[in-house]
């Protein structure tokens, strides 16, 4: 199990890694560019409007995990090897495209889950779903090449470094499927829903601190990754960035206990319920950590591994979980 929990770590480590780029659509009225962390899409489609039907405006070529993806027609059969890709697609209507998805791609409940691997593809078994489009979170073994060989096209999405990857994410997934209105309508109601959350956020002298669990092994994560981001927005600061000043744990240093005792967060978020059977018994179980003011005022908050860890539409399930914790705490400044 040990092992497990660290290559988790070290997937989300390197999958952290993206790039800057910019998304450009074209349509027959209007072009717009904006800046964004994921790569580009070009697509000559009518005006993109707030839809439940399925966009048209194919061929559509799509940029993202360095490479060009072009794609001719509107796919109609789906393989998403990525949990937050396959979350995404149904979020936005693309469920009915779907065929089948990687092992771990449990949610949402409808999702057509087989025995297909998303951090080892096979691509002859991927093949055998007849795919027309496959998604995938990182390209091991050069998956994306064989998937090309068989005529399939693939799109890499890895791991949102910021919000707006996310955003960009769900957008460059509408285009590819169809669905350029749904997705636009979801990413602009997400927008508004953190935006909301965020304004009930109350003002402090000082931030509040926190420390985030991975597993159980102590593995956090600093202000500078995906996660910290979220947690800036409800005015919390990681603990965790003494312990990875330069980045060179890519955001996500292994503390020691020492340092959790000595820097004593206000709060403290387990994201290691479902991996490692974690929750605020087992947590005060620990030497020393019934001493730590979270535990002793009942500032442990237990989430659900998976939507603290993936980049899609539930963010929104766990920073509404992050706001709702801090909200009533009083802290006195300074």
Same mark, same amino acid.
């Given at each position: 199990?040990?092992?497990?929990?660290?290559?988790?770590?070290?997937? #989300?480590?390197?999958?952290?890694?993206?790039?800057? %780029?910019?998304?450009?659509?074209? +349509?027959?009225?209007?072009?717009?560019?904006?800046?964004?962390?994921?790569?580009?899409?070009?697509?000559?489609?009518?005006?993109?409007?707030?839809?439940?039907?399925?966009?048209?405006?194919?061929?559509? +070529?799509?940029? +993202?995990?360095?490479?060009?993806?072009?794609?001719?027609?509107?796919?109609?059969?789906?393989?998403? /090897?990525?949990?937050?890709?396959?979350?995404? /697609?149904?979020?936005?209507?693309?469920?009915?495209?779907?065929?089948?998805?990687?092992?771990?791609?449990?949610?949402?409940?409808?999702?057509?889950?087989?025995? #297909?691997?998303?951090?080892?593809?096979?691509?002859?078994?991927?093949?055998?779903?007849?795919?027309?489009?496959?998604?995938?979170?990182?390209?091991?073994?050069?998956?994306? *090449?064989?998937?090309?060989?068989?005529?399939?096209?693939?799109?890499?999405?890895?791991?949102?470094?910021?919000? $707006?990857?996310?955003?960009?994410?769900?957008?460059?997934?509408? *285009?590819?499927?169809?669905?350029?209105?749904?997705?636009?309508?979801?990413?602009?109601?997400?927008? *508004?829903?953190?935006?909301?959350?965020?304004?009930?956020?109350?003002?402090?002298?000082?931030?509040? +601190? @926190?420390?985030?669990?991975? $597993?159980?092994?102590?593995?956090?994560?600093?202000?500078?990754?995906?996660?910290?981001?979220?947690?800036?927005?409800? %005015? /919390?600061?990681?603990?965790? $960035?003494?312990?990875?000043?330069?980045?060179?744990?890519?955001? @996500?240093?292994?503390?020691?206990?020492? #340092? /959790?005792?000595?820097?004593?967060?206000? #709060?403290?978020?387990?994201?290691?319920?479902?991996?490692?059977?974690?929750?605020?018994?087992?947590?005060?179980?620990?030497?020393?950590?019934?001493?730590?003011?979270?535990?002793?005022?009942?500032?442990?908050?237990?989430?659900?591994? $998976?939507?603290?860890?993936?980049?899609?539409?539930?963010?929104?399930?766990?920073?509404?979980?992050?706001?709702?914790?801090?909200?009533?705490?009083?802290?006195?400044?300074?």
């Amino acid at each position: 199990m040990g092992s497990l929990r660290k290559l988790f770590v070290l997937l #989300l480590v390197v999958a952290g890694c993206g790039g800057d %780029g910019a998304i450009t659509t074209t +349509t027959d009225d209007t072009s717009t560019t904006t800046t964004a962390a994921a790569p580009s899409i070009t697509t000559a489609t009518t005006a993109a409007t707030t839809t439940t039907e399925s966009d048209t405006g194919f061929p559509v +070529t799509i940029e +993202t995990g360095g490479a060009v993806v072009t794609i001719g027609s509107r796919p109609e059969r789906v393989v998403s /090897l990525s949990p937050t890709a396959t979350e995404m /697609l149904f979020a936005i209507g693309a469920g009915e495209q779907v065929v089948a998805v990687d092992s771990f791609s449990y949610y949402p409940p409808e999702a057509p889950v087989t025995d #297909l691997s998303g951090f080892e593809p096979n691509v002859e078994a991927v093949v055998g779903f007849e795919p027309d489009l496959v998604v995938l979170s990182s390209d091991p073994g050069d998956v994306v *090449a064989g998937l090309e060989a068989a005529g399939v096209p693939a799109l890499v999405f890895p791991a949102a470094v910021t919000l $707006d990857d996310t955003y960009t994410q769900i957008e460059q997934l509408g *285009a590819a499927t169809g669905r350029i209105g749904d997705a636009a309508a979801l990413v602009g109601q997400m927008r *508004a829903d953190i935006d909301e959350l965020a304004a009930s956020v109350p003002e402090r002298d000082e931030p509040l +601190t @926190y420390y985030h669990e991975l $597993d159980d092994t102590l593995f956090s994560v600093t202000s500078r990754t995906f996660i910290g981001e979220i947690y800036a927005l409800a %005015g /919390l600061q990681s603990i965790a $960035d003494a312990a990875d000043p330069d980045g060179e744990a890519g955001g @996500y240093p292994q503390l020691s206990a020492e #340092l /959790l005792v000595s820097a004593d967060p206000d #709060l403290i978020f387990l994201a290691d319920t479902k991996c490692c059977g974690q929750n605020a018994d087992t947590l005060a179980q620990r030497p020393g950590f019934d001493q730590l003011t979270a535990v002793a005022e009942g500032r442990v908050i237990e989430l659900d591994d $998976d939507i603290a860890s993936r980049w899609g539409p539930r963010i929104v399930e766990f920073f509404r979980k992050i706001v709702e914790a801090t909200a009533a705490i009083e802290v006195p400044a300074g």
